[in-house]
């Protein structure tokens, strides 16, 4: 098969995660919900909003996941409820983030903070953990009955998050 052909095959490969990151990624995200949390200049982290060097990290770690919206079963509160991470430029151009818990109880959306607004250089991402049992880099142990979630800096910080009981509780994954 000649080099030209080679070339091409690999191009229509890599169609689907090119259309992908160009695309609004909800993670199934209901517009209820997703009205709700994006108020007062506040918008869901895309893959755009990354940088080049984070996107690649992105692509290569979390192919078929959404930067801004991991989708499970988070808090005893709802069996179906999403983590979405947020981002704002202030009046003086600083990017703000934050994380939201977000569901449906009788058909109302809910909204709880997760991780309150803190300024970033760049924006930080969401992903889901199942349940299990995990080990923090500082020695953290925990045994998590329902899903959890990563919020990272994708060349930098993480630390996982989950719920227990209706309290929010963390550990550092990264550094």
Same mark, same amino acid.
């Given at each position: 098969m000649s080099?030209?052909r080679?070339?091409?095959?690999? =191009?229509?490969?890599?169609?689907?995660a090119?259309?992908? =990151?160009?695309?609004?990624?909800?993670?199934?995200?209901?517009?209820?919900?997703?009205?709700?949390?994006?108020?007062?200049?506040?918008?869901?982290?895309?893959?755009n909003?990354?940088?080049? =060097?984070?996107?690649?990290?992105?692509m290569?770690?979390?192919?078929?996941?959404?930067?801004?919206?991991?989708?499970?079963?988070?808090?005893?509160?709802?069996?179906q409820s999403?983590?979405?991470?947020l981002?704002?430029?202030?009046?003086?151009?600083?990017?703000?983030?934050?994380?939201?818990?977000?569901y449906?109880?009788k058909?109302?959306?809910?909204?709880?903070s997760?991780?309150? $607004?803190? =300024?970033?250089a760049?924006?930080?991402?969401v992903?889901?953990?199942?349940?299990? &049992?995990?080990?923090?880099i500082d020695?953290t142990?925990?045994?998590?009955? &329902?899903?959890?979630?990563?919020?990272e800096?994708?060349?930098?910080?993480? $630390?996982?998050?989950?719920?227990?009981g209706?309290?929010?509780r963390?550990f550092?994954?990264s550094?």
């Amino acid at each position: 098969m000649s080099f030209s052909r080679w070339i091409l095959i690999a =191009a229509l490969i890599s169609l689907p995660a090119c259309g992908r =990151a160009e695309s609004t990624c909800l993670n199934g995200l209901p517009d209820t919900l997703r009205a709700a949390v994006e108020q007062d200049t506040w918008k869901i982290v895309q893959y755009n909003d990354l940088s080049q =060097a984070d996107q690649r990290v992105w692509m290569n770690n979390h192919p078929t996941d959404c930067t801004g919206v991991a989708a499970g079963n988070f808090s005893p509160r709802a069996k179906q409820s999403f983590i979405v991470a947020l981002i704002q430029r202030d009046g003086q151009n600083i990017l703000l983030e934050k994380v939201d818990l977000v569901y449906l109880k009788k058909n109302q959306p809910i909204v709880d903070s997760a991780i309150a $607004s803190l =300024a970033v250089a760049t924006p930080y991402v969401v992903w889901k953990l199942n349940k299990g &049992r995990y080990l923090g880099i500082d020695g953290t142990k925990a045994s998590i009955p &329902r899903n959890s979630f990563v919020f990272e800096k994708l060349v930098g910080p993480a $630390s996982q998050y989950y719920y227990q009981g209706d309290r929010l509780r963390s550990f550092v994954l990264s550094r």
